[in-house]
């Protein structure tokens, strides 16, 4: 019989080998998220700020496409063309293995990250121009991830039903778009209430009394901590968020006291 056929760990097996199908990824490695640019235009919502002189595009829309991609801790992954095994990558022809049908497979294996897409609300903020002190590592991160708190606590949304990536939309990776999109998979209306009424200015104002009622760091506040910017889902980059950058930054729109 033609057709597909389905196995929980495989997925979709076709009997056209050249598309290899792929098993979910490996637990023990942390996938990432990013989002591709594409959102459904017709449902977008644009405001525009000018703090002192910093201009800043608030974009809210439906159905921001992001890709999840794991890198299994940027080994990537070994796949059999033939059979769809998958193995983390060593650089190394694939270990010996049987097809989902029990015979011994001599397929050869291509490497891959393993990852799929899927739609949600998105929330991208952007500012034109604008010198923040970028360069510095770990800038944008910390931005990223202290806004994120900052959302969750001043709309009253759980952080883990949100969560955001950076989107180098310039090319500049210096100058990033900072987006924040629903963790659910078609959205649940979290992220498009940033733009609506004031709620863009509670957030901003959150987000500085978070990391600065903070500690961690002394003075300085040149880390983080649990309490302030790291969660679980920002291990890959714990050490260079620093709760000091997210002050800055608040300080530099001049927006609030
Ligand atoms: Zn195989
Ligand atoms: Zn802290």
Known sequence: MKGTYITPELGFISDKPEEPKLSRPEKTYTSRQYFTGEYNQDSELIKE???????AQLISAKRGKLAVINHAGFNKFSVCQNCGYTEINTNKSISKHKTPWGQDCTGKRR????????????????FKNSYF???????????LYGMLEGISQALGIER???????????????????????TVPGGAGHVERIIK???FE???????EIVSRCECGGDEGDTSCYGCLRNYSNEYCHNILK?????????NLELID
């Open 111 to 126: 490497v891959f990250s393993l990852g799929y897409e899927y739609n949600t609300d998105i929330f991208q903020l952007k």
């Open 133 to 143: 002190g970028q360069e510095k590592d770990g800038y944008w991160e910390s931005v």
């Open 197 to 199: 009424k004031n709620n």
């Open 243 to 251: 709760r000091k950058y997210v002050i800055e930054f608040i300080n």
């Open 202 to 208: 509670k957030v901003l104002k959150k987000t500085k």
């Open 49 to 55: 700020y000018n703090f002192n002189g910093i201009e």
């Open 160 to 182: 883990r039903d949100i969560d955001g990536c950076l989107y180098p939309y310039t090319g500049d990776p210096l100058n990033p778009a900072l987006v924040f999109y629903d």
